[in-house]
């Protein structure tokens, strides 16, 4: 019996990531607003009700769909960070910087569910909070590690911001000042505004040496949070 059970959970885990796989294929070609599970069926050889047992809505689709970009992104942030422990702060968030644009790069569509257009009708269940968190955890333990080592430049903070810095650090960094909380989501939006421009196709025929202009631009966020260049 407990061989059966290990063959047909083998079975379920090939099937939903086949799934997913042509839902991926589906979110290139048509979008995510066009994804459709009878759609996904049809180019699998299944039969629809066979694919709800596995995935019993398109928005539950969505979800996996979102929830696997958010962690594959993730573990690049992540694995920049380890491949890069020891080095100065700001070393390291420039590294961080460089792999989620790498991902990005090479993953477009995977990229567009995450960070592009909502998808009309679709609203993100509270399963998406944790994979979506994980590069700005990456980038809050670089300035982290400044703040507690070397050092930050704190940047100025405007007396109208008092309020909402002191709530944002409260929420996302309780042990960090509230000016460098308010320049981390700063740094953080304007990193995902430096890639959604380059996968997007903005920078045609703007920027042509693409590396070294994210390279500076990185560098330059983070000297912005406050992290320290090298004397």
Known sequence: ????????????????????????????????????????????????????????????????????????????????????AGQRPLDRWTAVCRAVRVWAVAHPHEYALIYGSPVPGYSAPQDTIVPASRVGLVLIEAARSAHTGEGVALPPLPEALRPEAARLAADIAPDLPPALAVALVAAWSQLFGLISFEVFGHFHNIVEDRDAFFAASARRLGQDVGLLPRT
């Open 1 to 84: 019996m407990t061989t059966v059970r290990g063959a047909r959970a083998r079975a379920r885990i090939e099937i939903t990531a086949a799934i997913k796989d042509e839902a991926r294929t589906q979110l290139a070609a048509e979008g995510a607003a066009k994804l459709s599970l009878r759609a996904v069926a049809r180019e699998l050889g299944m039969v629809s009700s066979a694919l709800y047992r596995y995935f019993p809505s398109r928005d539950d689709l969505l979800t996996a769909l979102i929830v696997d970009a958010y962690d594959a992104i993730g573990a690049a942030a992540e694995k920049a960070a380890a491949e890069t």
